[in-house]
Nanobody, 117 residues
Framework: VQLQASGGGLVQPGGSLRLSCVGS?????MGWYRQAPEKQREFVAA???????NIKDSVMDRFTISRDNRKNTVYLQMNSLKPEDTAVYYC???????????????WGQGTQVTVSS
C-alpha cells in the first residue's frame, strides 16, 4: 500500500490548511501523525472507513478529519493554526482497528506544515 500526502506549506498563525492523503487502495483506518523538531512523533487523528473518528484532544476544536472512500483519500482540515502546530505531518493507515485508532501498518512521506508570521 502506498500513501501520498500533500497540502502542507507555510501559513500565518490563525490560518488554515487542508492536508490530503491518497492511498493506493481503500484501507480500513487512515489518518495522521505529526513530528515537531526534536520531539517524538504523535498521533493527530484517524478515521475508519465507516466513519468512526479519533482526534487528539488538544486539537479537536480546530482540526477535522474526513474521508472519501471512493477516492481512497483522507483529509485533515486544520483551522486556527498555531506555531506549535509546526511539524512534519505523516499520513498513515492500518488494516485493523487498534486502541485509539492507532496506525501502524503503512506510512506515507511527510508533508511540512510551518505556522509562522
Amino acid at each position: 500500500v502506498q500513501l501520498q500526502a500533500s497540502g502542507g506549506g507555510l501559513v500565518q498563525p490563525g490560518g488554515s490548511l487542508r492536508l490530503s492523503c491518497v492511498g493506493s487502495r481503500n484501507i480500513l483506518v487512515m489518518g495522521w501523525y505529526r513530528q515537531a523538531p526534536e520531539k517524538q512523533r504523535e498521533f493527530v487523528a484517524a478515521m475508519t472507513s465507516n466513519g468512526s473518528r479519533n482526534i487528539k484532544d488538544s486539537v479537536m476544536d480546530r482540526f477535522t478529519i474526513s474521508r472519501d472512500n471512493r477516492k481512497n483519500t483522507v483529509y485533515l482540515q486544520m483551522n486556527s493554526l498555531k506555531p506549535e502546530d509546526t511539524a512534519v505531518y505523516y499520513c498513515a493507515a492500518d488494516e485493523k482497528i487498534n486502541i485509539g485508532l492507532a496506525l501502524k501498518d503503512y506510512w506515507g512521506q511527510g508533508t511540512q506544515v510551518t505556522v509562522s508570521s
